[in-house]
T-cell receptor, first 114, second 108 residues
């Protein structure tokens, strides 16, 4: 299993540009999450999904959109990039939210908006 | 005040030392996670627990639900243990609340 795969690893965007961060997992996990990690702060939940066709907002959803058309894929879309979206983004998945279901993280995407 | 507080924020140890990282939380939880983030950024789940103690190799995690406190211990520390250790709790909304992490450096 490849686990959780995120692409790209790095990206620089100009203000107002758009991009999609890709996330795919091959573990047949129902739950998928997008987090952002800013210096000195804990990871913050942007969006999550409990299964194909179902998405919901997390703590910091503004400026982002997601879709979950398949179990494997959970892309994160930035429509009009802003400097406040400079961050490291992590995708994660788990089979369920139970104690027997650990989180699996991707390696992260470092995004800079200038 | 953050709902999840970790201490210390930074820790430097000599190889072989016994290390303790603490996590206190202020909300009701169903589970607590310990995660490890290596330089280069990848995050790995170490433990998930709701009571008592778990052990994996040189790592031990304990939780005291009444005191809302958890500890992560590393025995016989090694430079390859150098990483950021993150505590996260699953609260009433079933979402994870993360601490800001403890940066551990183990020197040879």
């Amino acid at each position: 299993n490849a686990g959780v795969t995120q692409t790209p690893k790095f990206r620089i965007l100009k203000i107002g540009q758009s991009m999609t961060l890709q996330c795919t997992q091959d573990m047949n996990h129902n739950y998928m999450y997008w987090y952002r990690q800013d210096p000195g702060m804990g990871l913050k939940l942007i969006y999550y999904s409990v299964g194909a066709g179902i998405t919901d907002k997390g703590e910091v959803p503004n400026g982002y959109n997601v879709s979950r058309s398949t179990t494997e894929d959970f892309p994160l879309r930035l429509e009009l990039a802003a400097p406040s979206q400079t961050s490291v983004y992590f995708c994660a998945s788990s089979y369920s939210s139970s104690l027997n279901s650990p989180l699996h993280f991707g390696n992260g995407t470092r995004l800079t908006v200038t | 005040k953050n709902e999840v507080e970790q201490s210390p924020q930074n820790l430097t140890a000599q190889e072989g030392e016994f290390i303790t990282i603490n996590c206190s939380y202020s909300v009701g939880i169903s589970a607590l996670h310990w995660l490890q983030q290596h330089p280069g950024g990848g995050i790995v789940s170490l433990f998930m627990l709701s009571s008592g103690k778990k052990k994996h190799g040189r790592l031990i995690a304990t939780i005291n639900i009444q005191e809302k406190h958890s500890s992560l211990h590393i025995t016989a520390s090694h430079p390859r243990d150098s990483a950021v250790y993150i505590c996260a709790v699953r609260g009433a909304t079933n979402k994870l609340i993360f601490g800001t992490g403890t940066l551990l450096a183990v020197q040879p």
